[in-house]
Structure formats: structure tokens, C-alpha cells
């Protein structure tokens, strides 16, 4: 699924479905990387530890594979690299700013969405020279409130770290609290200042729709051998 607000004049970004396959395996991303409209010189993947630490790719890393450990987001101002990042109910994000070149991808989880990760990236980038107003967010599908319970403990992290303004990204349902990441992620963007315009976002949930994606909590526990992972993709060129 390619993103309509990200894609384009030099940029190719989206999400895969399972059809794609398991996008943990290096030889899926490889496979992929050759359809790419644009030159593929690099593949980067995060160690993805459910933290909100980020990292700049290395422009002198010349392997075709660059794995950068203990991060969940990168920034990256080069050409022919295609940045990934690999969830099955955690939320993808995938930021771009052509008049600076620079592009980004993040993991959220609970935790990371808890640390405000996709703000600490709007603001490495406006620390790298970016304007808030020329950054374009694509958020992917990731599990919805309808499957995700969690229990009065994370309940109420989540209440002590966010304003009352945030209360509504939860609904009671037969006395759980469903958390709502999607809604989350989207109101820290513009709590940081972004419009509705600068976010996309894919409202699918994971773990109902298992003929497009998969699901970790829909799927490990019944079955460890199906489970895989959907892969969220950007990569960037300079146009004349």
C-alpha cells in the first residue's frame, strides 16, 4: 500500500501486506528493494527494543545492509536507502521533508507511543533545519482499539504522562481499558504543531484484518510458526 501524501517527485514510501511476506526475513526486504522505482544502494533496519532512542544512518556504511541496534527510529538525509521498519500491531511512522531532504521512520509500540517517540523525531529533524511546516507524516496500520485491552497499570501510565486532553484515547469496554495508539500518535503530531493535512494515516486494525496483515496478539500465541511481520518503507532521491 503506497502513501499518496508521501510518495512521489523523488520519494517512494508505504507498507506492505502479508502477501509481500514475513518482512523480518532479509531476503524479503531484498526481493522487494528490486521493485523499487528508485535505486536501492542500502537497506537500514532498527533493532527495534521498544524505546525512544533514534539514530542517523551512516553515509559511510557501503554494505547493501546497515542494521542499526537499540533504536527504534532513524533520520536519514542520503539518497538510495531505504529505510524499514518491521511491526505486526505496533504502530509504522514515516516522515519526509523534501526542501531539506531529509526522511525518517520510527516504531511505536506502547511504550515508544508512552515516550512521545514520534514528537523526539519532528524535533531532531526541525534540529536538523527542517520547518515544522514542510514535514509530512504517514502513520500505518497497527492494532486498534477494538482488539487492544491493557490492563489499569499501563492505563494509568498512560494517564499520568498525558494531559486530560488525551482521556478520549481510551474506551471501556466489559471493564478493560482499549487503548487507541493510532488516535495517540495522531494527536501528539498536532499537539507538536502539525496540520491534518501534513498526516496520513491507514486505519486498518492488524489483528481483525488477517487477510492483509499480520498480528501478534492475533496470531503468536495460537501459532508461533505463522507468525511473521509487515514491513513500512520510505526512500528518498534528489530531482533536478
Not at 531484498?30 to 525512544?52: D, Y
Not at 477494538?146 to 494517564?159: I, L
Request: proline residues 5%.
Amino acid at each position: 500500500m503506497e502513501s499518496g501524501l508521501l510518495s512521489g517527485n523523488g520519494t517512494w514510501a508505504g507498507t506492505s501486506t502479508r502477501v509481500l511476506g514475513d518482512g523480518r526475513k532479509i531476503e524479503t526486504l531484498r526481493a522487494f528493494a528490486s521493485t523499487s522505482p528508485l535505486p536501492v544502494k542500502k537497506i537500514v533496519v532498527l533493532g527495534q527494543i521498544h524505546s525512544a532512542n533514534i539514530a542517523m544512518t551512516d553515509p559511510l556504511w557501503t554494505g547493501p545492509l546497515e542494521k542499526i541496534e537499540d533504536t527504534d527510529g532513524v533520520i536519514c538525509s542520503e539518497d538510495d536507502t531505504l529505510l524499514v521498519i518491521r511491526t505486526a500491531d505496533c504502530i509504522p511512522m514515516l516522515f519526509l521533508d523534501k526542501k531539506n531532504h531529509l526522511i525518517a521512520a520510527s516504531h511505536q509500540g506502547w511504550r515508544g507511543s508512552l515516550k512521545s517517540l514520534p514528537v523526539k523525531i519532528i524535533r531532531e529533524m526541525v534540529g536538523a533545519g527542517s520547518s515544522l511546516a514542510d514535514i509530512r507524516v504517514m502513520i500505518g496500520p497497527g492494532i486498534g482499539p477494538c482488539c487492544y485491552g491493557v490492563d489499569d497499570d499501563r492505563y494509568m501510565a498512560f494517564m499520568e504522562e498525558f494531559d486530560s486532553g488525551f482521556s478520549r484515547i481510551f474506551t471501556r469496554k466489559k471493564g478493560i481499558h482499549h487503548l487507541n495508539l493510532l488516535l495517540l500518535n495522531y494527536m501528539l503530531l498536532v499537539r507538536e504543531g502539525l496540520r491534518q493535512d501534513q498526516i496520513e494515516f491507514f486505519p486498518f486494525c492488524t489483528s481483525c484484518d488477517s487477510s492483509r496483515f499480520f498480528s501478534f496478539r492475533r496470531d503468536y500465541k495460537k501459532n508461533p510458526s505463522q507468525f511473521g511481520e509487515m514491513f513500512t518503507f520510505i526512500i528518498q532521491k534528489k530531482t533536478p
